[in-house]
């Protein structure tokens, strides 16, 4: 089971659970089965099943987009970050 | 270049200068250097106030806003009695009474993209303080056209991200995030709420960053995105990609001119003016019992503190639970001021929805003008 850590901007989609294991091998179903699990969240990440442009999924210390995207392989002890753009600072 | 440092200025940057790593010409070179910050506010505050401690030759300040009291439990750069006085010269003031030998330039507007070019280009060093996307991504534009150094800090909540862009052939703004969040989706600024301390933390990492990328010491948070969270109490740092699409220095550039950043991210008004309703047009609806959905786009926080009656559906929830949202009759959007109320209108009007009016002046109004009890914040 890979570990998903949610950001606090999005752990009131998860009952504010901020790490959620789920089952998968690669980024594309680690977070199918995360917004199986969540469906709030997956509305919030996912967009017709793929990953919002501006949501951004870290396996490890790396940026899917420049692995394999969706496809990139995800082992049972990785941590799996979503990201999402902030812009406060005021 | 600037002259040398005097007498005075041996004795004020001494702490300095006894780091081996720094010594007078670090120093100088700090004195040499200019950088400029977008915005001073929760970032603004602590980078304005350390920058010129720390001895920088020359400030620029960037910001338009008036001092109010709800900014003092973070923007600590303004005190009290500066309440009701511009930013800048509340700023101003206190740079120079922590150093007057800083030369302090002050911008009084807007950044927008026809003047962003020409503020930008007369600093060595971008600091990026500002609080919302249009002008996140209009300040990372800029400075990759001009490569410019950017650092970058921004917050939410309790949650801080910090990076260095366009730094030694480095990773720019868009190759972290290439496209803006949709309005509606993600509670894009204010609303959210932030503790009050986590600006300071992340604008003094800011403050740090600036000052290692002008004495060239130490390793400049470029290629890494360090995520800080106040809650856990956790440091994470992730790797940033150049983007060959997006970064500066590319044979073929993407990012070649400023275009309207409001447009870029789906935040421009829709300048119908029909599609507004006032706050006595809505006491008058009530008292005749016409029938009507008043949605409050607001935090639960806010509506526990003063609530006019509406359905709670925050901004950030507002295209996800669409199903709660009638398509049928009138729904009035209703938030704080108006503003976040204007951007789930355009968010739902983006889903297919023709039955939306957006609430003028939001419950501030209505309790400033239809109903006193109901508590101001």
Known sequence: ????????ALRKFTAEQAEIEVAGTTAGEVLQALAAAHPALGAQILDN???RGFVNVFVGDEDIRFLDGEASPVKADDEVTLIPAIAGGF | MSAPLTASELRRYERHIILPELGREGQQKIKDGSVLIVGTGGLG???????AAAGVGRIGLVD???????????????????????KLESAKRKILEINPNAIVETHNVALKSDNALDILKNYDVIVDGTDNFPTRYLVADACTILNKPNVYGSIFRFEGQVTVFNYQDGPSYRCLYPEPPPPGLVPSCAEGGVLGVLPGVVGTLQATEVIKILTGIGTPL????LLYNALDLTFKTVKVRRDPKWAVGTPHPTVTKLVDYEQFCGLKRGGEVSDEISVAELKEWR????????IDVREENEYEYANIGGKLIPLGEVVARQSEIPREGVVVLQCKV???SRQALEALKAQGYNNLLNLAGGIAAWSREIDPSVPRY
């Open chain 2, 64 to 86: 338009f806003d008036i001092v109010d009291e709800s900014n003092l439990q973070r923007q600590i750069i303004h005190f009290t009695s500066d309440v009701g006085t511009p």
């Open chain 2, 338 to 340: 108006g503003g976040r």
């Open chain 1, 1 to 8: 089971m890979a570990t998903v850590l949610i950001p606090t």
């Open chain 2, 222 to 225: 470029k290629g890494r995105l």
């Open chain 2, 45 to 51: 505050s602590p980078l304005a106030l350390y920058l």
């Open chain 2, 287 to 294: 008292d005749q019992g016409r029938s009507f959905t008043l």
């Open chain 1, 49 to 51: 099943g793929k990953i």
